[in-house]
T-cell receptor
Framework: DAGVIQSPRHEVTEMGQEVTLRCKPI?????LFWYRQTMMRGLELLIY????????DSGMPEDRFSAKMPNASFSTLKIQPSEPRDSAVYFC???????????FGDGTRLSIL | GENVEQHPSTLSVQEGDSAVIKCTYSDSASNYFPWYKQELGKRPQLIID?????GEKKDQRIAVTLNKTAKHFSLHITETQPEDSAVYFCAASINSGSARQLTFGSGTQLTVLP
């Protein structure tokens, strides 16, 4: 089992640019979660999907953030336009079903200059 | 919504001693409490979890206790080793049926001194 796969591992870009983070959940998992981790705010849930459908996006900070899950094996988190305060580690996690433990990917370390 | 508080924020113990990390939660409907270990620069990894119908769970040197009345739960690590050094996060969630939303504590940096 390859685990949750995220790409890129690191991203450095200038403010104003569009950033796309990618996630491949564990095969067979039908729940997918996007988290953001910062020193100040800790681990925050941004959005989660169940069977490819967004269930709750109340954690998405503002309209500059959007997430999609076009199929069971792929999800994206997009920031447009990016700002320095978006700098953080973004984690994707998946679970077999809503009641099972969540397994995290290795994260994307995002730096907006 | 749910609020999870975690204490202490940092904890140093001598190798071989025990470590205890405590969390409290606000929503009495929460029914699932996982603990994650995160080493520097790595992903959070689930180390143990407990559901609200159980008061205690053990896995080798790690145990978790849950007091539903007081709404708090604790992680106990016995015979600590240097490789236990990491940030530990507690979390609480309600199984709403559609998905389990985890609310995380702020983390405890555990340092095991050789």
């Amino acid at each position: 089992d390859a685990g949750v796969i995220q790409s890129p591992r690191h991203e450095v870009t200038e403010m104003g640019q569009e950033v796309t983070l990618r996630c491949k959940p564990i095969s067979g998992h039908n729940s997918l979660f996007w988290y953001r981790q910062t020193m100040m705010r800790g681990l925050e849930l941004l959005i989660y999907f169940n069977n490819n459908v967004p269930i709750d996006d109340s954690g998405m900070p503002e309209d500059r953030f959007s997430a999609k899950m076009p199929n069971a094996s792929f999800s994206t988190l997009k920031i447009q336009p990016s700002e320095p305060r978006d700098s953080a580690v973004y984690f994707c996690a998946s679970s077999f079903d809503p009641r099972q433990p969540q397994h995290f990917g290795d994260g994307t370390r995002l730096s907006i200059l | 919504g749910e609020n999870v508080e975690q204490h202490p924020s940092t904890l140093s113990v001598q190798e071989g001693d025990s470590a205890v990390i405590k969390c409290t939660y606000s929503d009495s409907a929460s029914n699932y409490f996982p603990w994650y270990k995160q080493e520097l620069g790595k992903r959070p990894q689930l180390i143990i979890d407990i559901r609200s119908n159980v008061g205690e769970k053990k896995d080798q040197r790690i145990a978790v206790t849950l007091n539903k009345t007081a709404k708090h739960f604790s992680l106990h690590i016995t015979e600590t080793q240097p490789e236990d050094s990491a940030v530990y996060f507690c979390a609480a969630s309600i199984n709403s049926g559609s998905a389990r939303q985890l609310t995380f504590g702020s983390g405890t940096q555990l340092t095991v001194l050789p």
